[in-house]
């Protein structure tokens, strides 16, 4: 082989683009990016997001501050009948008909216990508290019960009409109860309940399925599938699901149920004093009763009525915790 056979031919063709072509192989060498000048940032700027000035530091302070005050004294506003009720349980009714409870304010030596040694003696309060206790917890107890069985399988369970029926269920919500009050009072009456305290306990039932399976259906149905997908790969049966995954993770909303059917059974009258034994009342139809016989006893009433009063505020703050987070997790859900 000859040298002419490799070596290129340097005289160039007359005919071709003396411009080079950008896209043809070869080194390519990257020019430095031209940098631009800098903004010039005034002297005086601050942080990014610093007020402008200090009034505007104050004024926002000063209003934060404004708004706490008002919402103190609108608190202040809304205890002050539990506190007067508090302080006329403990006042005598001779000092409670010569003036109001701010009378204590002056003159603290007024307070007495006799308001409630006389209350915790009479046989017919205490009897209605233990017969409220008697319809509260089992009314709750049933409702939290068939309503976490009938939310979880209306959530996970498929089958024929679940659609239709959560329906009806969801319709159930807008019927009053003083509705039923008629039909199932001569329903109970026909089948022996009239007047029993079995009789409440159904009827607060029946009233707080709908909510309740309206609540836990909506929270359960929220649970991830991969998850309960997993628990039935691991040979988990549905009792078992529903038992050991789905209970646990519905907690807070569970909580949260059966504060408010306590709350609204506890602090109930028209059920009670259509359905209940008029010799075994609840508290609240007891003390409707006093009301009645004594005239303007506030003596009694006072005492009576802030105890019936202090039972629920106990167990709401015994549950606080899993009703916040309970109406937390329904909220971001």
Partial sequence: MSRSDVT??????PGADPTPDPGAAGPQVAKPPTAEPAAAKPA???????????A???????AAGALRVFLVVAALFWLLPTLGLLLSSFLSSTDLNSGGWWQVLTAPSRLTADNYERLLANDTITGSLLNTFAI?????????????????AFAWLEFPGR????LLVVGLLVVPVQVALIPVSELFGAIGLFETTAGVVLFHTAFGLPFAVFLLRNFFAEIPRELLEAARLDGAGELRLFTR?????????????????FLWVWNDMLVALVFADSANPPVTVALQQQVRQFGNNIDVLAPGAFLSM????VVFFAFQRQFASGVMAGAIK
């Fill in 163 to 166: 659609d239709w029926l959560f």
């Fill in 136 to 152: 509260a917890v089992p009314a709750t107890l049933l409702v939290l019960t068939l309503g976490a069985f009938a939310g979880y």
């Fill in 245 to 261: 995954v789905v209970l646990p993770l519905g907690g807070p909303a569970i909580a949260s149920l059966g504060i408010f059917q």
């Fill in 44 to 54: 005086h700027a601050g942080p990014p997001h610093a007020p402008s000035s200090y």
């Fill in 310 to 313: 202090v039972i629920p505020l």
């Fill in 56 to 62: 505007a530091l104050f004024s926002a302070r000063l």
């Fill in 8 to 13: 290129p031919d340097p005289t160039p063709d």
